[in-house]
């Protein structure tokens, strides 16, 4: 009976522990995910997908650490629309000390179902950055107004200052943490999330699903990374990084063309240049400075073969510049090239354009050293008398030779010809 009763009490101590454990365990779960930088479409897909998953698991809530200086009209859309789809409530805190929620980021700002910000933020100047050049001053006006409408719904259907918020697109207002407070801009000012989730915990929010009642307290946070994929696309869709990219794909290519059968330039190159084209569908490409870039190559290669006396190559940097600076063309300057990069950039794609080509070219002149063309014009001795025929000494190899003149045996001789496996020479 002593095997029986110790197995007896094993498994109810057993089934107490798993029992306990399931009490003790949080009784809802926290999404947080961080989103930092420029708002762009890498940035939309990472908040869409992370909104799609907090339904899929019926998380609690879910928390947009935001840090943001603005971005595209676009991506912005896409994220607010997410937002008013979601069932389960979405919270935007701007965080940490220091961060801002500018331009596109008071729109998201705004759409969330909480809004909240930590001590040392501050929120406005709504300009959100659409993709293209120039507008007039009508289209200003039209985008402008739409803007204003836009935003003026999304706070109103967030019970949230409609006035401020047209006055953030208008006039560029921005507000502190404890401004946008007063102002009705954002529901709650917290110096953590910990201080967040406390604040929020009994709060009832109207989701696409329904009214519910946040139960955060007790929640368990579960933190929710962007995957590698989209780290590498958010990278290489810098502004900066995306023409560095262009860079180095037009070098590779060219190299690979000026030295045929090199292989690894040119799969570098072509690899490069479709990341760059694929950085420029998520930038406001303008297309004029891209056509002035191509333009600036085309100079330098043209430098080395015809005689400008350097003004090619002036022009060519020149244009590269002036490209380079129109290449983004946006109101945003978290969008635009640094000028720092631009003019290194342009002054090494001269050199490198014109160093290879040039390398390549007095490759192209240069005599053949092997083969048939390289015996003609090469200098020997008469190693025997030579007239219809003889024997010449070149570079150490003796060769059947004939002369339309006489030559005496130790004169200096150079080939004029090579017929099959003799040679016509000449006194040298």
């Given amino acids: 009976m002593k095997p029986r009763r110790f197995i007896l009490l094993f498994c109810l101590l057993i089934f107490f522990s798993i029992v306990g454990s399931l009490l003790s365990a949080p009784s809802s779960q926290v999404m947080v995910i961080t989103v930092q930088g420029v708002i762009n479409p890498v940035t939309s897909e990472f ?53 801002r929620a500018a331009s596109a980021g008071v729109f998201i700002t705004m759409a969330a179902h909480i809004a909240a910000m930590a001590p040392g933020t501050n929120i406005g100047a709504a300009h959100p950055v659409g993709i293209g050049g120039k507008m007039d001053k009508t289209m200003v006006e039209k985008a402008t107004n739409d803007a204003v409408a836009y935003i003026k719904a999304i706070a109103e259907s967030r019970g949230r200052n409609s006035e401020w918020a047209e006055k953030a697109v208008r006039k560029s207002v ?51 990374k962007m995957g590698t994929r989209l780290k590498i696309l958010k990278v ?31 799969v570098v190159g072509a690899i490069c240049l479709i990341l760059a084209f694929y950085s420029f569908q998520t930038l406001p490409v303008n297309y004029a400075g891209l056509l002035l870039i191509i333009l600036a190559i085309i100079m330098f290669i043209l430098e080395v073969k015809v005689t400008s006396h350097g003004a090619l190559t002036i022009g060519g940097i020149i244009s590269m510049i002036i490209g380079s600076l129109m290449l983004f063309e946006t109101p945003g300057p978290f969008l635009r090239l640094s000028i720092y990069l631009i003019l290194p950039a342009a002054l090494i794609t001269a050199v490198f354009f014109s160093v290879t080509l040039g390398l390549a070219v007095k490759a192209w002149k240069r005599r053949p050293v092997t083969g048939v063309e390289g015996l003609i014009g090469l200098e020997g001795i008469a190693h025997t008398d030579i007239h219809n025929e003889g024997i010449a000494l070149l570079r150490g190899e003796y060769w059947q030779a004939f002369s339309d003149e006489p030559i005496k045996k ?10 099959g496996l003799k040679i016509k020479v000449r006194r040298g």
């Avoid at 929020?200 to 696409?208: L, Y």
């Avoid at 130790?410 to 017929?419: D, Q, R, T």
């Fill in 236 to 266: 290489i869709s810098d502004p900066n990084v995306a023409y560095i990219l262009m860079l180095l794909g037009f070098y590779g290519l060219f190299f690979e063309l000026t030295n045929p059968g090199a292989i690894f330039p040119g």
């Fill in 174 to 224: 921005s507000a502190s943490a404890t401004e946008a407070l007063k102002l009705k801009v954002v529901d709650l000012v917290c110096k953590n999330i910990d201080e967040l989730l406390e604040k929020i915990d009994g709060r009832e929010v109207i989701t696409s699903s329904g009214k519910k009642r946040l139960h955060t307290e007790e929640a368990l946070l579960v933190r929710e």
């Fill in 47 to 99: 908040i869409e997908k992370s909104i799609q998953k907090a339904n899929k698991q019926a998380v609690e809530v879910l928390i947009i650490e935001l840090d943001t200086p603005g971005g595209l009209d676009s991506s912005m859309r896409q994220i607010v629309k997410a937002i008013n789809s979601s069932g389960v409530p979405v919270v935007v805190y701007v965080s940490p000390s220091g961060a």
């Fill in 410 to 419: 130790g004169e200096k001789i150079k080939v004029e010809s090579v017929k």
